[in-house]
């Protein structure tokens, strides 16, 4: 594994890790967090790209959001205490509010009405997927995998159509594998990844996010979605990286080698 990132809010910037423990949800602390609007509806970089230009840092129960001439908040997380209902494609979800300063914060930042909210204690968003599982506030899944060949291969595609080659932040991958061929992530079935054991869930369909630099939170499109369609276009989208369920929570490292998962009887018998 080249890099282990964790993503402390939607749509904002990930914060690389070098070891982290692994819950049925994810990298903890991944995705804990959203913006929102007055309606309680979620916002991610399809509408409010500047989301990407917030750096936030989670350090036990404190919360630093950073961004580019903007001077730093740091605040208590709120770890319960009264719900607020939340939708996120379309389904309600209770949460914790963190607070009038991290709301006039971000809304500042975004230039429209926002709160930030966290997830609860009893938290539980299934995923679909061919094998479900739970998520913070992630579109769905509970981690990202990408090899890093197909990120490079692709980032040669655009450079010899376009000029320009495409950086891997772009993808907010959770895990960049090193260990294997471009697009492993798409066919493996059962993995072991340091003490976790995880279980291939779907391809990630790729948005507009993808468009939007990370460091300015300026939307670059069509690239890199317009290469990806001429060799990853599938009936449900533009396709790249996989979504993977955890089966078995444990803790991951940079430097752990992909494994494949030894067949069970029960596995051979489901077949």
């Known amino acids: 594994m080249a890099s282990l990132t964790v993503f402390p809010i939607k749509s904002c910037a990930g914060m690389a890790v070098d070891r982290r423990e692994v819950t049925t949800t994810g990298l903890v602390g991944d995705r804990q967090f959203m913006v929102i609007g ?28 950073a961004a580019d001439s ?25 949460a ?25 204690p009893e938290h539980h968003r299934p995923t679909d ?21 197909a990120a490079d291969d692709l980032s040669d595609r655009a450079a010899e159509r376009t ?22 992530e798409d066919s493996l079935d059962r993995v072991l990844l340091g003490s976790t054991h995880l279980a291939f869930s779907k391809q990630a369909v790729r948005c ?13 499109g069509p690239e890199p979605l317009e290469t990806l369609a001429t060799y990853r276009l599938t009936d449900k989208g533009v396709v790249f990286g996989a979504k993977y369920t955890v089966l078995v929570p444990g803790e991951v490292a940079v430097g752990d080698e992909l494994r494949l998962a030894p067949v069970t009887s029960q596995q ?4």
Request: hydrophobic share 35%.
């Open 38 to 65: 007055p309606d309680g509806r979620f916002k991610t970089q399809r509408r409010h790209p500047l989301l990407a230009t917030v750096r936030p840092h989670l350090d036990g129960d404190r919360l630093t959001l």
């Open 70 to 94: 903007r001077e730093q908040c740091s605040v208590d997380i709120v770890s319960d205490g009264p719900r607020r209902q939340v939708e996120i494609f379309g389904k309600d979800h209770p």
């Open 96 to 120: 914790l509010d963190q607070g009038d300063e991290a709301a006039a914060w971000f809304s500042d930042v975004l230039g429209v009405e926002s709160r930030l909210v966290g997830v609860t």
């Open 129 to 149: 997927g061919l094998v479900p599982g739970l998520s913070g506030w992630a579109d769905s899944g509970s981690l990202l995998l990408l090899s890093r060949a």
């Open 163 to 184: 000029g320009e080659p495409i950086p891997l932040e772009r993808f907010r991958a959770n895990v960049v594998l090193t260990d294997c061929a471009a697009h492993a």
């Open 208 to 220: 507009a996010v993808v468009t939007v630099d990370q460091r300015s939170g300026e939307r670059s």
């Open 268 to 271: 051979t018998a489901d077949s």
